[in-house]
């Protein structure tokens, strides 16, 4: 099992896009020292859009969130994304096909909105 801080992370790379995008500029540039942990982070992010386990999650709100999230993240192509991240650090396919209850969490996500140009006035 992961911690919570972890387990964060993963839900921000499976499930909001400017994590992810920051994700591939790093290894684009190659400023992520240790591609063994991002893969296993990016792995774990995959995971999360597997099938909803039918018992051992957290509570029914967070079911629904995950399940929201995963339905959001398909207009990014994010599935997409995160297999391609994983092709490229040479990862093998997940066997998994259903998230473990213990990933089904109520995690909230940073704001995904655009920001204002620096040094831009309301």
């Not at 896009?17 to 893969?39: S, T």
């Not at 990016?42 to 995963?70: C, F, K, M, N, W």
């Not at 192509?77 to 391609?84: A, D, H, W």
């Not at 990862?91 to 909230?108: H, K």
């Amino acid at each position: 099992m992961i911690d919570r801080a972890k387990l964060q992370y993963c839900y921000e790379l499976a499930f909001h896009p400017p994590r992810l995008n920051e994700v591939w500029w790093r290894m684009k540039a190659g400023d992520i020292a240790d591609l063994d942990a991002l893969g296993e982070m990016l792995d774990t992010a995959l995971l999360l859009h597997q099938a909803l386990p039918s018992e051992g999650y957290a509570s029914q709100r967070a079911l629904t969130r995950v399940a929201i999230y995963q339905a959001k993240a398909r207009a990014f192509g994010t599935v997409r994304f995160l297999e391609n991240l994983r092709k490229r650090l040479h990862r093998g396919p997940l066997e998994q096909t259903v998230i473990p209850g213990w990933m089904v969490r109520d995690i909230g996500l940073p704001p995904f909105c655009h920001h204002p140009p620096a040094g831009h006035s309301k």
